[in-house]
């Protein structure tokens, strides 16, 4: 947020966009006041109408206006409506504890002649150039995730800034990778702190120390070149304290999944992740290239198909355009799918390839492996509960936090939950790399002991796209 200039209180006024993109932005300003423009409202009014994510948001702001509404008389609103604890309900207005004023009379605006036109935009600027006229007490700060409208407002002397309360982070950065390198010295300072023991054939160690405080289950760890010590947290019984166990070398050829084979260091950490039950929840992040969606679909296919762990595969996206839309598609929900379907189906031609058995043993095993994975559209997702499922949802993120959620909260007993994406090519708009759903629930999830998080970093589609992802 802009400091306040000599401690003035602020008034912040909302861009509809805003308010379509977090419904309860209302109450995230704290102590300070909120301003709605009346074309804020006849923007949303215009918004509320269809199934898509947006028309949801406004119907819910609209529910939070009417609720703050209630029982009050012309007088109340003008002096402007209490934010603070309850005044909704559901427990998101408790550090709010600023007022809401809504535009209940003309404001004697005057837009300078370089803003020709009355568009929403020009109208919000010029109402906030006769809100610091009128209350020269405040700090009047524009908030919107339009970055036009944030230039105008720059250009005019306003200040204004984007909504950054759903930022996870502050900078990408400093997102978890999931991997912890270990120091050179690293043994030798907790060399009398280990303890080492076999258990059901795995390797085991408990280390103790400070350096211990800041691991998290199922974080992978790494000491040397060439897989000299690859493990991951199993436990963490105390702050300073963990149980660690060696991985699967899936490196080995002995060791392929589905006729698959891990290529480098986060590729067998993720291979790892993928074939081990009782992790629920896995993200892979990573760029082009890297094996995501080969990693998650071998892993899938060994453990519906011959582990019997799950009853099938399920694999979505979102559906955004990279340029433009094709229109609307023909046939089934499947069929409509396929089309944004590539890489499942690029995938399953590497993994559907048989080393014997000619055109007629690839066409059964093609048959056999489509019989278990199904296409599911994201916007069917609301109130269905999947049982026993290996659920794969590619490019998440697009998604913003709150879809995350609801796609996250539909996995019942038995399912596992695999989030591929790369940060770095968002085409939804006013997502940043801090404020995706992706990164949400990278964060989030990095202290439950039954998810687990990778960063692929190497590219091994080929030289050239390896090439491409680093120099373009």
């Not at 109450?27 to 923007?43: A, S, T």
């Amino acid at each position: 947020m802009i400091k306040r200039e000599n401690d003035k209180p602020c008034l912040f006024v909302l861009d509809t966009n805003v308010l379509m993109h977090d419904p309860t932005s209302l109450f995230r300003f704290q102590e300070h006041d909120v301003f709605i423009p009346m074309v804020v409202l006849e923007e949303l009014d215009r918004a509320k109408k269809g199934l898509s994510e947006v028309a949801r948001n406004v119907r819910q702001v609209s529910r939070f206006l009417d609720q703050l509404m209630s029982d009050a008389d012309k007088a109340e609103i003008d002096a402007g409506l209490p934010l603070g604890p309850d005044a909704v309900g559901g427990g998101i207005t408790q550090s709010a504890s600023g007022r809401l004023f809504f535009q209940t009379e003309p404001l004697d605006i005057h837009l300078p002649e370089s803003l020709p036109g009355a568009t929403p935009d020009n109208t919000i600027l010029g109402i906030a150039l006769a809100l610091r006229e009128k209350h020269p007490e405040c700090q009047v700060i524009i908030v919107s995730k339009d970055i036009n409208l944030r230039i105008k407002a720059a250009v005019l002397g306003l200040q204004a800034e984007d909504y950054s309360n759903d930022q996870v982070l502050d900078d990408a950065n400093l997102l978890y990778t999931g991997l912890e390198v270990l120091a050179d010295d690293f043994w030798e300072r907790h060399e009398k702190s280990v303890d080492a023991w076999k258990e059901q054939g795995r390797t085991l160690y408990r280390i103790s120390g400070p350096d211990i405080a800041d691991w998290y289950p199922a974080q992978c760890l790494a000491f040397g070149d060439d897989g000299e010590f690859e493990a991951m947290v199993r436990d963490k019984p105390s702050l300073n304290e963990a149980v660690v166990e060696l991985v699967e070398d899936y490196r080995l050829p002995r060791h392929n999944v589905w006729g698959i084979n891990a290529r480098n260091r986060e590729q067998n950490f993720a291979l790892n992740m993928l074939m081990n039950p009782e992790l629920d929840f896995v993200t892979l992040l990573g760029t082009a290239g890297t094996g995501k969606t080969l990693l998650a679909l071998a892993a899938g296919l060994v453990q519906v198909l011959e582990r019997n762990l799950y009853r099938e595969i399920i694999m979505t996206r979102v559906t955004v355009p990279v340029g433009e839309d094709i229109g609307f598609l023909p046939g089934t929900e499947e069929e409509k799918m396929t089309p944004w379907m590539g890489a499942l189906m690029d995938n399953l031609e590497v993994l559907t390839r048989p080393e014997s058995g000619g055109s007629w043993g690839h066409a059964a095993t093609q048959d056999l492996v489509r019989n278990r994975i199904r296409i599911s559209s994201l916007n069917f997702m609301r109130g269905r509960t999947f049982l026993n499922k290996y659920i794969i949802l590619d490019e998440a993120q697009n998604l913003t936090a709150k879809q995350m959620k609801t796609l996250v909260t539909r996995a019942g007993p038995g399912t596992k939950f695999v989030c591929l994406g790369n940060i770095g090519q968002i085409d939804t708009p006013y997502l940043t790399e801090t404020t995706s759903g992706l990164t949400y629930v990278v964060d989030r999830f990095k202290h439950w002991p039954h998810s687990g998080h990778i960063t692929l970093m190497r590219g091994e589609r080929s030289r050239l796209a390896d090439f491409a992802s680093q120099e373009l």
